[in-house]
């Protein structure tokens, strides 16, 4: 039943940015969900192996260009994914949160509950995205290092 509503809510949601309701789409959207870190296009493609590399891509940039994901890069570049807050919308996204690394298991994690500091830019700077970025160990890494 938890799926069935879980898809209401993916449809709605495809629906409020003017995006068809294909069943790819709300596989991604699923999947993403069910994860508490960022996802990046080669992680979903190994597990979501019936869906083509190009039609991933398409969906993954509709999705951000739509603020409905966030892309955020990990320590070797590799850009993940992670889902929006719902005050995202197409061409503004509000990602301003604190980006965890973990060094250990290569995990990219979304704080959006830590409260970030004002940042006070010179004069004539016009920022447009803040990212923020912090790298250690998360709490299930931490743990094993201590045994």
């Known amino acids: ?15 409020r940015h003017h ?23 080669p992680d979903l493609e190994s597990v979501m ?3 083509d590399r ?7 940039s509709a999705f951000e260009e739509k603020g409905i994901i966030h892309k955020v890069f990990d320590l070797n570049g590799t850009a993940n994914y992670a889902l929006c807050t719902s005050n995202c919308d197409e061409g503004h ?4 949160h604190l ?3 973990c060094t250990n298991c ?8 830590m409260q970030l500091p004002a940042i006070n830019l010179p004069a004539g700077f016009e920022p447009q995205a803040f990212t923020l970025y912090a790298s250690g160990l998360c709490p299930k890494c ?3 290092a201590v045994k």
């Open 106 to 113: 290569k995990n990219v994690y979304c704080l959006n509950d």
């Open 54 to 60: 190009v039609t991933l891509y398409r969906i993954l």
């Open 19 to 41: 995006l068809k309701k294909t069943a790819p789409r709300l596989r991604v959207l699923s999947m993403m969900s069910s994860r508490n870190t960022a996802t990046s296009q």
């Open 93 to 96: 996204h509000h990602d301003e």
């Open 1 to 15: 039943m938890a799926q069935t509503l879980h898809n209401f809510h993916f449809e709605d949601l495809l629906t």
């Open 49 to 51: 192996n019936d869906i």
């Open 142 to 144: 931490s743990k094993k």
């Open 99 to 101: 980006h965890f690394n």
